[in-house]
């Protein structure tokens, strides 16, 4: 049967605005041309900030003293997590070397990227967890270089926290500088740092642009809006969990979609009719974030079965899945489409977000059909090598030889038969050819 729908979302979630583009084109070509004077000539302009890009030693080492110890250790524990699951995974990234056949040996390396840069945003949040999960995770793939930017927040500059979380992740320069302005400072070698190899790091529809534009001769970790949530509930959940974790996700900011699939009516009905109570519980501007958001795109379906709530999230790719329903086991073999997967009622996409370990800079907008988020495999290069010997040579000159020919490429032809036979014959043949 169709879905029943109890909650359909009236808005979509925006679009860039062409004019954007357009404006970051513009933006982009003349700091292309004025480098760091005209990079400074937009941080005063639009962020009003007219002391210097570099953070200095000094001032990171008297941020660190105004944070408190408490936050200090909270930071630290989120850090450990993360970094400790990103060795997990670059562990998992090896060399290896095969022999396919007598004489022909192939290979793989990892190599990590020369310098990275990382944006860690700012405006309305502070977002500490988000230059761990970027710097943090460059450093445990070995990237020997990693400059960080962040907009000055008012005549304060970075806030205190979140420049001992970018110092403590493994910054090697922290810039005071956002926007487009901040993203192309890092990608064209701006205020003392290398020029980027890759640039990742979430921010708004302007820093998106920039890193879209900004693609192919640098690398990004991906093309990232709207952050989006779905929660998958059955007739186990809590209903104030769930209808919790969805005003979490929804704060946000207007823009970020929420979405629930269950299989219990009367679950449904509880969750729409407590959440009201929960947005207006928030303080502004989180309010009227959340607000909007659930108003405009939020989204309650009704499912017949589990498999049809699978369907329905497969067809929405999340960026962040949440399952609150039994036999977790049976979620985690089944979906497949998602940015980061979250089991049960004991955890929740909160945790993701600040503190449990994995990557929270993850694909939004349905992309997570294709693929999955940052990692230490975005840092770098798997790269492959191959070498010919003996008993190998004369078979590979055989087949290249048949295949360039079969493609009407002669010159790869003679080229592989070079190897196989002598060169007197070689030329001898090629002449009557």
Sequence with gaps: MPITVLKSAPGQPPQAAAGIADTVSVMLARLRAGGAQVAL??????????????????????????????????IAWAHEN?????????????????????????????????????????????HIASALMTIATAREAG????TACSPPRGAA???????????????????????VQGVAAMAMGLFGAPPADILVGP????????????????????????????????????????????????????????????????????????????????????????????????EVALCDDREEMAQYADAKAPEHLHVQASDLDWWRGRLSCYGSLF??????????????GPNHVLPTGGAARYTGGLSVHKFLKTVTWQRVTGPARDDLARVTAGISRAEGMEGHARSAELRRLPQADTMAATSKG
């Design 203 to 298: 921010g708004n529809a302007y820093v998106a642009e920039a890193k879209r534009q900004l693609f192919g001769p640098i690398g990004i970790d991906m093309f990232a809006g709207p952050t989006d949530s779905l929660i998958l509930a059955d007739g186990s959940a809590d209903a104030e969990l769930v209808a919790a974790d969805l005003v979490g996700q929804a704060e946000h900011g207007a823009t970020s979609p929420v979405w629930l699939a269950t299989t219990h009516r009367p679950l449904a009905q509880a969750v729409l009719a407590r959440i009201p109570d929960l947005i207006a519980a928030l303080p502004e501007p989180n309010r009227s974030a959340a607000r909007a958001a659930w108003n405009d795109l939020g």
């Design 82 to 126: 993360i970094s400790r699951f990103a060795a997990a995974q670059r562990a998992t990234a090896q060399d290896m070397e095969i022999e396919l056949r007598p004489g022909l040996l192939a290979g793989q390396r990892q190599i990590p990227l020369n310098a990275a840069g990382c944006y860690v945003p700012g405006g309305r949040y502070a």
């Design 343 to 356: 089991l049960g009622e004991e955890t929740t996409v909160s945790f993701g977000d600040k503190a449990a």
């Design 157 to 179: 500059g970075i806030p205190d926290a979140m420049l001992y979380a970018m110092d403590l992740a493994g910054a090697h320069r922290i810039l005071t500088i956002g926007g």
């Design 143 to 146: 990237v020997p270089d990693i």
């Design 41 to 74: 000539e937009y941080a005063r302009n639009l962020d009003g900030w007219e002391g210097p890009v570099m953070v200095t030693r000094a001032a990171i080492d008297a941020a660190a003293a105004r944070v408190p110890q408490a936050l200090k250790d909270d």
